[in-house]
């Protein structure tokens, strides 16, 4: 069972209100991912840190959403004015390693966001 | 850019059938390819990876072989169980991002559903 904790299971939000989520890491993984999953499955990056350091992040995430990874507390993701269009399953995952392609990822159950 | 296509789903399949699930890839690398299974409720998790090609990965029963010639990486088990009814998904993960960060490509997900 993964021990990425994601809170809260479930968010519901009104069209320009703020969304924020919540993900502890599994214990010594230094790299954290945030990735959106909508309705067909699909994945989409958002961000990662590595430590508490930004590695990447799309122009959206970087434009609508703050995120942030601080010493000994929970990651998190904000949106800053939701939209109808981020209605999605966000999903965090943890790794040991952020420098090879071998990566395994061990997610979280997720945060389904609705906006309504 | 880097692709990844696998089976269309639903795949619907009585209990003590084989399954065979394709997955075929695009990319100029020399990826790590994966196979993640979603179960409803839960975030992604890792059944197997192979970074090399021609080798193969295997857990509880699944199994895919790497096949570089083909660009392909099939999931297949001989006999599927009730509980083996969730998401699949393959990826692959580029080694160009190597250094920084890893990302996984994704697939957009094989829906399983055994019936007993």
């Known amino acids: 069972n993964s021990k990425v904790i994601q809170t809260p299971r479930y968010l519901v939000k009104g069209q320009g209100q703020k969304a924020k989520m919540r993900c502890i890491p599994e214990?010594?993984?230094?790299?954290v991912f945030w990735y959106q999953q909508n309705k067909n499955n699909e994945f989409k990056f958002l961000i990662n840190?590595?430590?508490?350091?930004?590695?990447?992040q799309i122009d959206m995430t970087e434009k609508r959403f703050s995120a942030e990874c601080p010493s000994n507390s929970p990651c998190s993701l904000e949106i800053q004015s939701s939209e109808a269009g981020d209605s999605a399953l966000y999903l965090c995952?943890?790794?040991?390693?952020?420098?090879?392609?071998?990566?395994?990822?061990?997610f979280g159950a997720g945060t389904r966001l609705s906006v309504l | 850019g880097d692709s990844v296509t696998q089976t269309e789903g639903p795949v619907t399949l009585s209990e003590g059938t084989s399954l065979t699930v394709n997955c075929s890839y695009e990319?100029?690398?020399?990826?790590?390819l994966f196979w993640y299974v979603q179960y409803p409720g839960e975030g992604p998790q890792l059944l197997f990876k192979?970074?090399?090609a021609n080798e193969k990965g295997s857990s509880r029963g699944f199994e895919a072989t790497y096949n570089k010639e083909a660009t392909s990486f099939h999931l297949q088990k001989a006999s599927v169980q009730e509980s083996d009814s969730a998401v699949y998904y393959c990826?692959?993960?580029?080694?160009?991002?190597?250094?920084?960060?890893?990302?996984?490509?994704w697939g957009l997900g094989t829906s399983l559903v055994v019936n007993p």
């Open positions: 995952a943890s790794s040991l390693f952020g420098g090879t392609s071998q990566n395994t990822l061990y």
């Open positions: 192979v970074p090399k």
């Open positions: 840190f590595q430590n508490q350091e930004v590695l990447q």
């Open positions: 990319t100029k690398q020399y990826p790590t």
């Open positions: 214990k010594g993984h230094p790299v």
């Open positions: 990826a692959l993960s580029d080694p160009f991002y190597v250094g920084d960060n890893s990302k996984l490509i």
